[in-house]
């Protein structure tokens, strides 16, 4: 079974750019995650699809970040403008029915 | 609410067992273990369903105590291939399954020779 496939893997950009990461999670998996995850914490939930649809996107900064799951399948994050706090690694995560997520690689964002 | 997690590292001998704890200050419906290592993603280690079940495979398993809110995991004869940074999800439910998982701050657990 083919995992969870994100990228980039690793993107540096000025702050005030822009910029967006894509996931494509495993087939059937209806719930699809971001997590933002800062250097020494756990990772953060953004925004939670399920299908198409946006379950909880509470913690999802929405003046700057904006998520979308075109289709129910793969799905886009987007920043911006990107603020130097907002350099982490950006995790996408899918899942089956509630049981446990399968996690991509992440992209390593680095804002300068 | 964030749960929080005990100890926040912890070094082995090979052989040696370890405790992680994981706490929450609200009712859990079900908590899930995950494993990352350095530079890489986390790593699905198992789920437990609010009903105090305990569960495990190899040498790591948990429990879950809901009336404690609390969950336990526990590696037994520790090898070098579980070292890495340990982090608990819960599930805030209250009734049901969200899928929506908050996790801890982890614990780094390293093994030596």
């Known amino acids: 079974e083919a995992g969870v496939a994100q990228s980039p893997r690793y993107k540096i950009i000025e702050k005030r750019q822009s910029v967006a990461f894509w996931c494509n999670p495993i087939?059937?998996?209806?719930?699809l995650y971001w997590y933002q995850q800062i250097l020494g914490q756990g990772p953060k939930l953004l925004i939670q699809?399920?299908?198409?649809?946006?379950?909880?996107d509470s913690q999802l900064p929405k003046d700057r970040f904006s998520a979308e799951r075109l289709k129910g399948v793969d799905s886009t994050l987007k920043i911006q403008p990107a603020k130097l706090e907002d350099s982490a690694v950006y995790l996408c995560?899918?899942?089956?029915?509630?049981?446990?997520?399968?996690f991509g690689s992440g992209t390593r964002l680095t804002v300068v | 609410q964030q749960p929080v997690q005990s100890p926040q590292a912890v070094i082995l001998r090979e052989g040696e067992d370890a405790v992680i704890n994981c706490s929450s200050s609200?009712?859990?419906?079900?908590v899930h273990w995950y494993r990352q290592k350095h530079g890489e993603a986390p790593v699905f280690l198992m789920i437990?369903?609010?009903?105090?079940e305990q569960k495990g495979h190899d040498k790591i398993s948990a429990s879950f105590n809901e009336k404690k809110q609390q969950s336990s995991l526990y590696l037994t004869a520790s090898q070098l291939s579980y070292s890495g940074t340990y982090f608990c999800?819960?599930?805030?439910?209250?009734?049901?399954?969200?899928?929506?998982?908050?996790f801890g701050q982890g614990t780094t657990l390293q093994v030596k020779p």
């Open positions: 437990l369903l609010k009903g105090g």
């Open positions: 087939s059937g998996h209806a719930t």
């Open positions: 999800g819960t599930d805030p439910g209250p009734s049901s399954n969200t899928g929506k998982l908050i």
């Open positions: 995560a899918s899942s089956f029915q509630g049981a446990g997520y399968t």
């Open positions: 609200k009712a859990l419906y079900s």
């Open positions: 699809f399920q299908n198409n649809g946006v379950v909880d």
